[in-house]
């Protein structure tokens, strides 16, 4: 089941610094279940931030379309299960040594953290809602 967000909902969210998106985030992912990303023939789509090569991630489908447009207009967002993030994603980024851009918007890249952070962080989340 996909969740829906509101206009007003998106508006929120767009409007928080990053950290505060980083926190909604490890929330959101934690409840839904999924992560986005932009993919394109080639496989994801990356952004340099902070020196280094990152995956942008987001919580919801409208968010990561959002970014469809301009050089990035033949992405599409795709959702990845979280258990499948956790599994495979995160050792195949490290492996990779790529780094993850937490909701990023126009200003710049959010929070930028290395994937077993992120995979604690969203463990520590679900394992506190159980």
Do not use: N
Not at 19 to 28: G, L, M, P, S, V
Not at 45 to 70: F, K, M, T
Not at 78 to 105: E, H, R
């Amino acid at each position: 089941m996909e969740y829906q967000l509101s206009t007003e909902e998106l508006s929120r969210i767009v409007a928080l610094d990053a950290e505060q998106r980083y926190d909604y985030f490890i929330q959101a992912v934690a409840d839904l279940e999924e992560i986005w990303i932009l993919t394109d023939e080639e496989g994801f789509v990356l952004v340099s931030a902070e020196e280094e090569r990152c995956i942008p991630v987001w919580p919801h489908a409208e968010l990561a379309e959002q970014w469809i447009e301009g050089e990035w207009q033949h992405c599409t967002a795709k959702a990845i299960d979280v258990k499948t993030w956790l599994d495979k994603w995160t050792s195949g980024l490290i492996g990779d040594d790529l780094a993850i851009a937490v909701l990023p918007d126009a200003d710049g890249p959010g929070v930028v953290v290395m994937p077993d952070e992120l995979s604690e962080t969203l463990i520590d989340e679900m394992s506190d809602d159980a």
